[in-house]
């Protein structure tokens, strides 16, 4: 992995949006991974600033989202479908049948999760995964004791999933969709690049577990240490648990890619 240790969370989300921006603008035709929550709202609404000040063209550009509710139509306000409509898809010029969520409304659940693993493979794989951090350490909604190396697979949510994200449904769990079909660890670590993007100090605890090990299906995070080209973007509040952040700022400041990226 490498690690970039912000000084706050608004440089994470600038460096975030600039490596999906340069990702489109180098291969006009990518197929990117995308992800939800409060954490990517921001990322969102500075790539599309982005995309409208460089005339960046999405139009070539196909995209799968990580996962998605069961029992949520795409019109339900905290839908992700409808969530990617509102913080992304309507602000930039891609064609809306080029972007994939999986389907939480379908009425076999399980053929949708086989027909969004096909999908992915005659898109011909994803070229850059986005992705945030749950507080119990889950990637796109692969709960801790996930297989790692599932595929796009139906999940019961976690109790601390419900409770995080009920925030969405008016601080009400019993709200949330119990059930989530997501991509699988094993999907997300086929992707040819990986971006974890995480902030705040809540998180500080889950990312050293990530990051620093051991690899666990009790962190389905962890499993990213398996991925060949995984960069993780981080803010200084979400990096204070890291026992190697020397290690860290050494190859911030001693990689040549690392060095170009920071300093374009
Ligand atoms: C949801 C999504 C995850 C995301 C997580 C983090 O649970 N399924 O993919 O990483 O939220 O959310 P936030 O950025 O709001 O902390």
């Known amino acids: 992995m490498k690690v970039v240790i912000c000084s706050d969370a608004a440089q994470t989300r600038r460096l975030a949006a600039q490596v999906l921006a340069q990702q489109v603008q180098t291969k006009p035709e990518s197929v990117l991974g995308l992800a ?30 990580l996962d998605e509710y069961i029992g949520l139509t795409a019109q339900h306000p ?6 990617m409509q509102t913080h992304l ?29 096909s999908r992915i493979a005659q898109a011909g794989g994803i070229d850059l995964q986005l992705l945030g951090l749950g507080e119990n350490g889950h990637i796109g909604f692969n709960e801790p004791l996930s297989a790692l190396n599932g595929r ?17 449904f008016d601080n009400d769990m019993a709200q949330v969709p119990a059930r989530a079909l997501t991509m699988g660890t094993g999907t997300i670590l086929d992707s ?17 577990r990530v990051i620093e090990g051991p690899v666990s299906a009790l962190v389905p995070g962890s499993a990213l240490q398996f991925h060949p080209h995984c960069l993780v973007l981080l803010d200084e509040a979400a990096a204070s648990r890291l026992t190697q952040r020397e290690a860290i700022f050494w190859q911030m400041q001693h990689d040549p890619e690392l060095q170009a990226f920071l300093s374009a």
């Open 36 to 65: 939800t929550g409060r954490t990517m709202e921001a990322i969102y609404a500075q790539l599309a600033k982005r995309a409208e000040e460089q005339s960046i063209d999405f139009s070539g550009v196909t995209t799968f989202n």
């Open 89 to 117: 898809f309507r602000l930039i010029n891609i064609p809306e049948h080029n972007t994939h969520v999986p389907d939480g409304a379908a009425e076999d659940v399980k053929a949708e999760a086989r027909s969004y693993e």
């Open 78 to 83: 905290q839908s992700y479908r409808y969530y």
């Open 192 to 208: 040819r690049e990986a971006l974890l993007v995480v902030t705040g100090a809540a998180k500080a605890d889950i990312v050293a």
């Open 152 to 168: 796009t697979h139906v999940v019961t949510l976690a109790q601390a999933t419900l409770q995080q994200n009920a925030v969405m």
